[in-house]
């Protein structure tokens, strides 16, 4: 179940997954983290690459991933890139953010949502729990139910 909040500051979370206390620092820009030292909490915004975060992972609390437009899917691909390289703080997915994302951005790592709109957080809820399987292996550590059918491991 998420923690819903909203402390009226921009890019606030609306739906939030995690247990420990939001940031409470602004994002800065990549750039500006890069050059500064007691930053914790950094934007990446779209055609940004991720990898450009993953020397300094230690000092991240939150990241906040900007998507201009639902359309625009790079943010998946730095979510699971961060993930994978062991980010475990928070991941928000900002910006054009529909109801019917918020599962596949799950399964790629994002913990926080901060839409453009307010969500309804009961259909976000029933969307979370719309399927019983999932058919890709992903960072939220899911079996796939190809797995679960056939057994051990084909991907």
Known sequence: MAESFATGGVGDAQLRYRDD?????????????????NATAVRLESGE??????AMLDRLTLVVVHFPAFTDGRGYSAARILREAGYAGELRAAGDVLVDQIRYMRRCGFDSFAPDAPLDAAAVERALGFYDHVYQPTVDGQTPVWTLRHGGDHG
């Open 49 to 54: 690459d991720a990898r450009e975060l993953l």
């Open 21 to 37: 206390e939001p940031c409470a620092q602004p994002a800065v820009t990549v750039e500006a983290f890069k050059g500064q030292t």
